[in-house]
């Protein structure tokens, strides 16, 4: 059992208003939740006791992720949210306020990593990429501010990759929208003075992500490295937890998450 279905297994307390140096009460929205390092973060926030809503594509299995958390005792709602569609982040976000009264946390998570050469002229991926990675995240900022402008705080962690620091051949369109992102992340920062902003960058994680390299000899090159060396989701969950967890006068900017084998 890895550690992000132990985390599944343990009961979570009742939570109130949210207390400093902890995600125990704090209303956390997740994109991307349904699979991967969405769900791990959605476990471990519920686990110590953070009220959660979830949004991704595919509804069944979202659902089934907060029918877990409650099933063991934690607060979580799930709504099905494509993060192409500006309007299903603020119905998400909506959500919240309207379950729980309020949102602290909004955790972009959601993307997607079809990649291939440039040479291959995969236009449509490279739409698809911009449209989730990039456009999604933005997306979530529009819904969330007006929301943290109201409460007169909030945070935003964003899921970006460690593809934003290093671009290598065959990663190029992925490369430039998480990029980019991280970009957008830093404007942000610098920006407001009441919303705390976060980027967490993994490396190689033991997800779902190379079921979507097109190329068949590729996605096996990948599945082969990711069996031998990636992280299991929990470890950037643990990331996530740990940025939100921080006393509300500390933003912690950056977390970076690598395999020790990766380079």
Request: hydrophobic letters at 45%; charged letters at 25%; a neutral charge.
């Given at each position: 059992?890895?550690?992000?279905?132990?985390?599944?297994?343990?009961?979570?307390?009742?939570?109130?208003?949210?207390?400093?140096?902890?995600?125990?009460?704090?209303?956390?929205?997740?994109?991307?939740?349904?699979?991967?390092?969405?769900?791990?973060?959605?476990?471990?926030?519920?686990?110590?006791?953070?009220?959660?809503?979830?949004?991704?594509?595919r509804?069944?299995r979202?659902?089934?992720?907060?029918?877990?958390?409650?099933?063991?005792?934690?607060?979580?709602?799930?709504?099905?949210?494509?993060?192409?569609?500006?309007?299903?982040?603020?119905?998400?976000?909506?959500?919240?306020?309207?379950?729980?009264?309020?949102?602290?946390?909004?955790?972009?998570?959601?993307?997607?990593?079809?990649?291939?050469?440039?040479?291959?002229?995969?236009?449509?991926?490279?739409?698809?990429?911009?449209?989730?990675?990039?456009?999604?995240?933005?997306?979530?900022?529009?819904?969330?501010?007006?929301?943290?402008?109201?409460?007169?705080?909030?945070?935003?962690?964003?899921?970006?990759?460690?593809?934003a620091?290093?671009?290598?051949?065959?990663?190029?369109?992925?490369?430039?929208?998480?990029?980019?992102?991280?970009?957008?992340?830093?404007?942000?920062?610098?920006?407001?003075?009441?919303?705390?902003?976060t980027?967490?960058?993994?490396?190689?994680?033991?997800?779902?992500?190379?079921?979507?390299?097109?190329?068949?000899?590729?996605?096996?090159?990948?599945?082969?490295?990711?069996?031998?060396?990636?992280?299991?989701?929990?470890?950037?969950?643990?990331?996530?937890?740990?940025?939100?967890?921080?006393?509300?006068?500390?933003?912690v900017?950056?977390?970076?998450?690598?395999?020790?084998?990766?380079?």
């Amino acid at each position: 059992m890895n550690r992000t279905d132990e985390a599944q297994r343990k009961t979570t307390d009742g939570a109130g208003a949210g207390e400093s140096g902890t995600v125990r009460g704090k209303v956390v929205a997740v994109t991307g939740a349904s699979s991967g390092i969405g769900r791990a973060t959605a476990l471990a926030l519920a686990e110590r006791g953070a009220r959660v809503i979830l949004g991704a594509r595919r509804q069944d299995r979202v659902e089934a992720v907060a029918a877990g958390i409650r099933e063991r005792g934690g607060e979580a709602l799930a709504v099905p949210t494509d993060v192409r569609r500006r309007a299903d982040l603020v119905r998400l976000l909506d959500a919240a306020v309207t379950a729980f009264g309020r949102l602290d946390v909004l955790v972009n998570n959601a993307g997607i990593g079809p990649i291939s050469p440039l040479e291959e002229l995969r236009v449509e991926e490279w739409d698809d990429m911009i449209d989730v990675n990039l456009r999604g995240v933005l997306y979530g900022v529009a819904a969330a501010l007006p929301v943290f402008r109201r409460q007169g705080a909030g945070h935003l962690v964003t899921v970006v990759s460690t593809a934003a620091y290093r671009t290598v051949p065959g990663q190029t369109v992925y490369a430039a929208t998480k990029t980019a992102v991280r970009t957008v992340c830093e404007g942000l920062r610098q920006e407001t003075d009441d919303v705390r902003v976060t980027v967490v960058s993994p490396g190689f994680v033991h997800t779902d992500f190379v079921d979507g390299v097109p190329d068949p000899d590729a996605r096996a090159a990948l599945r082969a490295r990711r069996d031998a060396m990636a992280l299991d989701p929990a470890s950037i969950a643990d990331a996530v937890v740990y940025a939100i967890a921080q006393p509300d006068s500390v933003d912690v900017n950056e977390i970076v998450v690598r395999p020790t084998a990766q380079c």
